[in-house]
């Protein structure tokens, strides 16, 4: 441990590690185990994130009665005291809209020293300490007069030119292996003819529709559906913003810091698509929007006309009935095997039931 970021960054690193040994030292492979394992361990927030959003759904039709309400009427008084009552309805629930952000808050560290350990596979793969990579990425730099590289390049070159480090005693181990067929993912992407381009463009084709399809799943409040065309607008090119600036950074990094965000955008909607189906959102009908408008003008609410008997109530037997089952009960019991039967008669003879139900013209 040689700074306080090093008790995240080390234990993923070794996690990191030991993925590339079990896929034999194949680092994309090895990438898409890593962030399988990175997205269940930070389940639990995306479960807690999800729950939030249920608590809000649940409270759907109360919003949209007090957005109802105060519909037509743009001025800022009345959109202030909009906001008071929903902000209210939220007290009275105990639902906090920044419960939603702080899984999202927790996640922001974690996932940068993700993202340092696959930049420092020589710090942090390899197990080198800081001094030691400091005089392998100054061998790589007076080598390539590039003042430029970095810990993936450095180790690239390490790799291609052992016979320069020879004097710094380097311990034995297992260098990971960053091609995949003709790519090098320790390169970082260009604009022109360029194998890695593609890296770049899957980035911002995944990033594109793994946000539709998560807006698709997650809920959407009343407010939100409701929006005037300039806000949806804005949210629509909100949603373009997102994939263009993960693609710009995809250009200033490695290529497999474009893989790894590749697969968590990926594994991101199959966790929301198997969150919505174990907790679905609540399902309201017309009525029920209907009923909140009545109690949130303060009247009572309506009473539901019975359409059909209860198939839970118990079933009411006629006192006429008690004396017959008495008796066939005792039928019953004295009633003799069939070979006593053929020889002689029933010794009681069932009197038949009347039927009470149809009543008499």
Not at 75 to 89: A, C, F, Y
Not at 349 to 355: A, E, G, L, R, S
Request: aromatic share 10%; charged share 20%.
């Amino acid at each position: 441990m040689e700074s306080f970021f090093d008790i995240f960054n080390v234990p993923f690193g070794w996690l990191l590690n030991l993925c590339n040994k079990i896929t034999a030292n194949n680092y994309i492979l090895a990438l898409l185990i890593f962030a399988l394992i990175i997205k269940i361990v930070l389940l639990p927030f995306g479960i807690m994130q999800h729950k939030n959003s249920l608590k809000q759904a649940k409270l759907s039709p109360r919003e949209a009665a007090i957005i109802k309400k105060y519909a037509g009427r743009n001025d800022k008084v009345t959109q202030m005291k909009k906001q008071e009552e929903i902000q209210r309805l939220y007290q009275s629930e105990n639902y906090s809209q920044f419960a939603g952000c702080l899984p999202l808050l927790i996640q922001l560290p974690i996932i940068i020293c993700i993202f340092t350990v696959i930049r420092s596979p020589l710090r942090y793969l390899c197990g080198f300490s800081s001094e030691t990579v400091k005089k392998i990425t100054d061998i790589a730099i007076q080598a390539t007069g590039n003042s430029a590289i970095d810990q993936i390049t450095a180790l690239e070159h390490l790799k291609a030119n052992p016979s320069l480090y020879t004097g710094l005693d380097l311990p034995e181990t297992v260098y990971p292996d960053f091609g995949f067929f003709n790519i090098n993912l320790s390169h970082t992407p260009k604009f022109g003819v360029d194998i890695l381009i593609l890296i770049p463009i899957i980035t911002f084709a995944v990033v594109f529709f793994t946000t539709k399809i998560t807006k698709k799943l997650s809920y959407q409040s009343p407010q939100m559906t409701q929006n005037s065309a300039d806000v949806k607008l804005s949210m629509g090119i909100m949603e373009l913003v997102m994939p263009l600036i993960s693609t710009f950074v995809t250009f200033g990094v490695p290529a497999a810091i474009g893989v790894y965000w590749i697969y968590q955008n990926l594994f991101g909607v199959l966790q929301q698509f198997i969150l919505v189906k174990a907790m679905p959102f609540p399902v309201f009908t017309e009525e029920d929007y209907k009923e909140a408008e009545r109690l949130m003008s303060g009247k009572r609410p309506k009473k539901k006309k019975k359409t059909e008997k209860d198939p839970n109530r118990p079933r009411v037997r006629s006192l006429h009935h008690i004396d017959d089952d008495e008796y066939n009960a005792k039928v019953v019991e004295n009633t003799p095997n069939q070979s006593d039967e053929s020889k002689q008669g029933p010794l009681l003879t069932p009197i038949p039931m009347k039927d009470y139900s149809k009543k008499k013209k």
